[in-house]
């Protein structure tokens, strides 16, 4: 079906940048939408970010204006672009594909998450 491979994950100061990158792979699928979600030690797994095949995007409030995610279709990538970053945005952040397989609707993949940290 789809394998998500994540990368760009990092440590970083408070106030730096880091971009997310997130390739699908296989075949006979179709993506629907690619999203970012983060999970905190202690804490369950949220949404970042979500952008769909008709480039709708949705942003969690608390990273409203300082994360952008993209999309390029043509690789089945979707990234996460992250500046101003606070050391609240620490976390395992995952990947996550919604698609089509075969035709069939409602498939869903997630990535093995990258570390971000971000340090005070």
């Known amino acids: 079906q789809v394998q998500l491979v994540e990368s760009g994950g990092g440590l970083v100061q408070a106030g730096g940048s880091l971009r997310l990158s997130c390739a699908a792979s296989g075949s006979g699928f179709s993506i629907n939408a690619m999203g970012w979600y983060r999970q905190a030690p202690g804490k369950q797994r949220d949404l970042v970010a979500i952008?769909?095949?008709?480039?709708?995007?949705n942003y969690a409030d608390a990273v409203k204006g300082r994360f952008t995610i993209s999309r390029d279709n043509a690789k089945n990538t979707v990234y996460l672009q992250m500046n101003s970053l606070k050391p609240e945005d620490t976390a395992v952040y995952y990947c996550k594909a919604n698609y089509l397989y075969r035709g069939i609707p409602n498939f869903n993949a997630w990535g093995q998450g990258t570390l971000v940290t971000v340090s005070s």
């Open positions: 952008t769909t095949s008709d480039s709708i995007t």
